[in-house]
């Protein structure tokens, strides 16, 4: 809009891969998978980090979004960072050692309707719970399908919540008490997902796939 174009090299940024960005506070948040989270201000096109936590300054982050309580969410392989720009000096840390977060790579955090945070970790489905503020990762119902390692999540049609990984592709709601797995042809399905998003306006599902673009109806 400010007619700018301007290119930031990775010694700039911090790392060399950009997995994320989120706009939060007037500001962009920018993870790396190779040199933590930096901040983009983009009133003076300079990047800053997070002078109150050096652990931000690196490892590798795959994900990055805004709660429902506008809090910023940093996840990566040292867990969960919860930032409120309000109080910057209140972060808090989860992580295997005050939660039941798996120690392992998280690689993506999906908020649902009701406000909990759905945690894709290469060990399975976490969830986190606004109500007592904490991580789970038991009380799971019989056969679900939250020890499916690297699931992705997002949101569906109504209150159903899709996840799809190597392993395959699954269908909830949001109170667990319905779910499955769905069957995908083999014309379709061939071991790698990219994305799946859900068309709200038109009722559609889309997906990315090593064979192309698909577009379903919500049955």
């Not at 962009?28 to 002078?51: H, K, M, N, Q």
């Amino acid at each position: 809009k400010a007619n700018i174009v301007k290119y930031f090299p990775p010694s700039v940024i911090g790392g060399s891969i950009v997995t994320s960005i989120c706009y939060y506070d007037r500001k962009y948040y920018v993870a790396t998978f190779d040199g933590g989270v930096s901040i983009f201000d983009p009133t003076t096109l300079t990047f800053s980090r997070f002078p109150q936590n050096p652990a931000l300054k690196i490892g590798s982050f795959s994900k990055l979004l805004v709660s429902p309580k506008n809090e910023l969410w940093m996840g990566g392989n040292q867990g969960i960072f919860v930032y409120n720009s309000k109080n910057p000096a209140a972060m808090v840390h989860y992580s295997q050692k005050n939660s039941q977060l798996y120690n392992s790579y998280i690689n993506g955090m999906m908020f649902d309707r009701q406000g909990r945070c759905w945690i894709s970790i290469q060990k399975g489905l976490c969830i986190y719970n606004p109500e007592d503020g904490i991580i789970h990762s038991s009380g799971f119902p019989s056969g679900f399908f939250n020890h499916v390692s690297e699931l992705n999540c997002t949101l569906g049609d109504n209150d159903h919540i899709i996840c799809y990984s190597l392993a395959g592709l699954f269908k909830t709601n949001e109170d667990m008490d319905l779910y499955h797995s769905i069957s995908l042809k083999k014309s379709i399905w061939n071991n790698f997902i990219s994305l799946i998003l859900y068309d709200h306006q038109y009722g559609h599902y889309w997906m990315g796939t090593e064979k192309g673009l698909f577009c379903f109806d919500r049955d």
